[in-house]
């Protein structure tokens, strides 16, 4: 039983803690776990000498006899400094955390944010990072050389969406299609939620490796308003399974989950054909499709195609000898494998967000955080986000401005060289 001294000392305690952060002791050190992924190390010595004596209670901070507000305020550099070095649970890369007060615009990039391709599909990228080291993956995913992770506030996402969404005159399909895997994102239910409540929102669809599919998150997805799982489900047999993904993957798992879909969301098998690795899949995969009930077409077979970043461990098959592959398969199986239209997804032309610069345009920008690469940095200007490129690119300071030409501006996807 607590003694009345301990209740009182209890009572005088100031707490911090936050929604989506927990806090845990770790030796010297306070590990500040945030969304479940990410995480920060404080100094328990720093602390101290802030503020005061600090117990880790319930993964929250706990200072005996210190001023609350005297303890937020000293309390919320340290904090910032923790979330500047933030690291990806995944691997332990550095995260940057964009949100709605970090001066980062979600329009710019490929990598994190929103895209606008000239359609009623918005791409939403709320993160980076993978699970899986695909062999064949186009944005060489997973463990690799890359120097930083993004993760995007979903409130910020979806604010941003809604504005985007109100341009387009046909109902709007949401893609969440990171380069990395979206159920990696911790705040993917709510995310759906929050896309499925704008008022034009039609359609969502996820890219997914299907890794992390679970009766469960299947049901709650379904709550939420997603309407499609894109799986890229690359084989029917575990050794080739496995291989692609460059770890053992969960094959007789998945398919349970397919079937768990039939009723509750639609499912398109989206496998990437890689020459010598599972041509041999492909009629298995066709069967697996068949067994699919869906608004939309079940089966889209992608030509494994080489990225100047990506992973290219074969060579190219020309689309004419890809659709001559394909074309035993549909008859035999009396499926659509080869002649998809725009309607069949829902997808009409629409004009493509302003661009506030051209190709060849001299403008000033502010360097504003890391880019993915070395001799690349992000940059700021006229709320678009603009990837400098160049040898020792990545060693400019943060904050510095700078006059830059812009080299790209396709789907306001900026890249520019320092001048």
């Known amino acids: ?75 919320d550099p340290i904090l910032a400094e923790g979330f500047r070095n933030l690291y990806h649970i995944n691997y332990n890369k550095p995260t940057v955390y964009i949100h709605r007060t970090s001066g980062i615009p979600l329009v710019g990039t490929n990598e994190f944010g929103l895209i606008d391709r000239g359609s009623n599909i918005i791409e939403v990228k709320p993160l980076t990072g993978c699970n899986f080291q695909c062999n064949y993956c186009s944005v060489d995913e997973g463990k690799n050389n890359k120097t930083h992770d993004y993760v995007v506030e979903c ?3 979806v604010e941003q969406a809604a504005i985007i969404a109100k341009t387009k005159k046909h109902p709007v399909e949401f893609n969440i299609g990171p380069q990395g895997e979206p159920f990696l994102y911790p705040k993917l239910v709510e995310l759906v939620r929050g896309l499925h409540a704008i008022p034009n929102c039609a359609i969502i669809s996820v890219n997914t490796n299907g890794s992390f599919l679970t009766e469960r998150i299947i049901d709650e997805l379904q709550a939420a308003g997603l309407t499609r799982i894109n799986l890229s489900l690359n084989a029917v047999t575990q ?120 190709k060849h345009d001299k403008i000033k920008v502010r360097v504003i955080m890391p880019a993915r690469y070395q001799n690349e940095i992000v940059a700021v200007a006229k709320d678009r986000c603009i990837t400098l490129v160049g040898p020792g690119a990545h060693n400019i300071p943060i904050g510095k401005e700078l006059v830059v030409q812009i080299i790209r501006d396709k789907h306001n996807i900026f890249k520019a060289a320092v001048c």
Request: with cysteine; proline share 5%; hydrophobic share 35%.
């Open 1 to 75: 039983m607590e003694t009345a001294q301990e209740l009182s000392g209890q009572e005088s305690a100031t707490k911090i803690g936050f929604e989506d952060i927990k806090f845990l002791k770790k030796d010297s050190t306070i590990r500040g776990l945030f969304l479940g992924r990410y995480y920060f190390d404080i100094s328990i010595a720093l602390l101290e000498e802030k503020i005061g004596p600090v117990q880790v209670m319930s993964g929250e901070l706990v200072f005996q006899d210190v001023d609350e507000n005297h303890a937020w305020k000293r309390f």
């Open 155 to 157: 409130e910020y996402l």
């Open 239 to 358: 050794s080739t399974a496995d291989v692609m993904s460059g770890r053992h993957y969960p094959l007789e798992k998945t398919l349970k989950m397919i079937k768990y879909c039939q009723g509750k969301i639609f499912v398109l098998l989206a496998p990437t054909v890689v020459p010598g690795q599972n041509d041999d899949q492909l009629e298995g995969l066709v069967q697996i499709g068949k067994t699919i009930t869906s608004d939309f077409p079940v089966l889209g077979f992608q030509n494994f195609l080489q990225y100047k970043k990506g992973r290219n461990i074969a060579k190219e098959r020309s689309f004419e000898a890809f659709f001559a592959m394909l074309k035993p398969l549909e008859e035999k199986y009396d499926i659509n494998l080869t002649h998809f239209t725009k309607e069949d997804f829902h997808i009409h032309d629409e004009p493509e967000l302003p661009k506030p610069f051209h």
